[in-house]
């Protein structure tokens, strides 16, 4: 019967171990990455984040990324950003601010006729680095530009 | 929330340019009701998705800080004028909305 209960205490505390993994991030399941990355997203340091969109915070800095962004943004609510890859095989693209409170500002995958360009729009809270983050052939690319913001778009 | 996306999408020797506009308040949950001083539920877009001919072109996973009334642009190959493209988006409150198009 003591040996019942002790088999039982080591099953509970194995699980309850796997578990504060996924939670931290450490362990990502093919489950939880199709869906929406809550994790990624609701990450407030810029590693911890990139680790939840892109599997790790290991990114080389490349120059064959292109980020495109305004040296100064008068309106943080709106920052326009563009990013290019001439990286081949670039499947995921990730845009972070890294002083938002949340850097993670969005994925995207890449279907396989799909170029590496895209444009979009983002708030940033402060000044900071804009990051691109480019996935291609199982690694981790980066370049940074930083976007001096003289009216926050975090928060009224 | 119909009607909430303006899509063009033009090709041009093989690729084709897709631009895309939604209207969306894109709150970030973060900010106050000057008034009553509560703060203002969240409400965003988490995935946009793209297909065009049956294929998902784009699948894309947004957070609260991409900015109100969200502008998205991409390319892609294998295009020609008159195929079908269809963008679609769903927020965190389980809203949606979608457009079927052609590209021109």
């Known amino acids: 019967m003591n040996h019942n209960r002790r088999t039982l205490l080591k099953g509970s505390l194995a699980a309850g171990a796997v578990g504060a993994a996924v939670s931290a991030g450490l362990l990502t399941p093919k489950a939880v990455m199709a869906a929406w990355a809550k994790d990624a997203f609701e990450a407030k340091e810029v590693d911890a984040a990139m680790t939840g969109a892109m599997g790790s915070a290991d990114a080389t800095a490349s120059d064959k990324i292109k980020l495109k962004a305004p040296d100064i943004a008068e309106n943080g609510a709106v920052v326009p950003i563009t990013v290019t890859s001439s990286i081949d095989g670039t499947t995921t693209m990730s845009i972070l601010v890294a002083k938002n409170n949340t850097p993670l500002t969005s994925t995207y995958e890449l279907g396989p006729n799909t170029e590496a360009y895209i444009s979009t729009r983002v708030k940033m809270g402060k000044t900071s680095d804009v990051i691109a983050v480019v996935k291609a052939g199982g690694k981790l690319y980066s370049t940074k530009k930083e976007v001096k913001v003289t009216i926050g778009g975090c928060g009224g | ?104």
């Open chain 2, 1 to 104: 929330m119909a009607k909430s996306i303006k899509l063009r999408a033009k090709a041009k020797d093989g690729v084709a340019t897709v631009k895309a506009l939604i209207s969306h308040p894109m709150e970030t949950g973060l900010r106050k009701d000057k008034k009553s001083g509560k703060p203002i539920p969240a409400e965003f877009i988490q995935e946009v998705v793209c297909e065009s001919g049956g294929k998902t072109v784009l699948n894309a996973q947004w957070g609260s800080a991409i900015s109100k009334n969200p502008f998205l642009s991409f390319k892609f190959n294998g295009a020609k004028s008159g195929d079908s493209i269809k963008i679609s988006w769903v927020d965190n409150k389980g809203n949606s909305d979608s457009i079927d198009s052609k590209i021109k």
